[in-house]
């Protein structure tokens, strides 16, 4: 049985042998996996790889089943049954195979490409692989990741993640700063500290709440906001699809806000 395995393997690297045969030909540079996240544009998982002797960015995107196979491992979480990059490493093992290293070649397309150089009974074999798949198995296996120096050139940037301004302005629908003494004479407001409420984004859950430009937000949550960095760490921690109870000083006068926060 293992010999037939080992026969289905060589004919799967003969099959794909011209191509990565010019893919090891390319110079290639060791890399580490530096985090996984989430795209903000797509919305899509990527997995970032860096350089590991001048700290260059990869940024693969990959699909959700991948990321979290990766972000298990990294994050060394247990689980109860093998999962299939898991699988995957335990027929090698048991094989008596040794996973050298993987590569990322190119990048055609928008479509990564990438492949695994194995080691077993004086056989080597380069498997064709999607690097999502090579990075998960390389990780449980405690093998190198390689990227060549042609997939770094074409590699795109990688995707900026939103300020905690920006997540408040897209949760809350505001735009709001510090209220300072002169902010709040040109407002006419005796109030000195709390938050100035200086844009409220048209049809946003604040503007369906009530709140309005000119506003002072002086509490969240029972927490007393002094800056516009406090209301941002408290969106930040709150979970979506919950409610944020805002303290305000409309006009001069007190009030109660409740806004639903979006998903």
């Known amino acids: 049985m293992k010999s037939e395995f080992w026969l289905f393997l060589a004919f799967l690297a003969f099959l794909c042998g011209s191509e990565l045969q010019a893919a090891q030909g390319a110079a290639s ?4 996996v530096k985090t996984v996240m989430v795209d903000p544009a ?3 998982p990527v997995v970032v790889l860096e350089t590991v002797a001048d700290k260059k960015l990869l940024p693969i995107w990959i699909d959700v089943p991948e990321a979290r196979a990766i972000a298990i ?3 060394q979480i247990k689980v109860p049954r093998p999962l299939t990059h898991d699988l ?32 077993a009974k004086g056989q ?4 064709d692989s999607r690097p999502s798949d090579a990075i998960a198995v390389a990780l449980r296996m405690k093998a190198p990741i390689f990227a060549t120096i042609q997939v770094l050139a074409k590699s795109k940037p990688v995707p900026s993640q939103p300020t905690r301004a920006e997540q408040t302005q897209k949760k809350l629908g505001i735009q709001a700063q510090d209220l300072t003494a002169e902010l709040a004479n040109l407002f006419d407001s005796q109030q000195q500290k709390g ?5 409220v984004a048209l049809g946003s859950n604040a503007m369906k709440a009530g709140l309005q430009r000119g506003d002072i937000i002086i509490k969240a949550n029972e927490q007393v906001i002094g800056s516009a960095s406090e209301l941002e760490s408290l969106i930040h921690a709150t979970k979506p699809l919950s409610q944020i109870k805002l303290e305000v000083i409309k006009k001069g006068k007190p009030a109660t806000i409740v806004v639903d926060l979006p998903s």
């Not at 540079?29 to 580490?32: A, L, P, Y």
């Not at 008596?96 to 070649?105: D, K, N, S």
């Not at 080597?124 to 498997?127: A, F, G, M």
Request: avoid cysteine.
């Open 29 to 32: 540079v060791e890399t580490k």
């Open 195 to 199: 938050v100035l409420v200086t844009e």
């Open 88 to 119: 995957i490493r335990n027929i090698l093992q048991g094989l008596g195979a040794t996973l050298q290293r993987v590569t990322i070649t190119d990048l055609r397309n928008s479509t990564y490409f990438a492949y695994l150089s194995l080691s």
């Open 124 to 127: 080597e074999l380069q498997i």
């Open 73 to 75: 491992e990294i994050e």
């Open 42 to 44: 797509s919305q899509s």
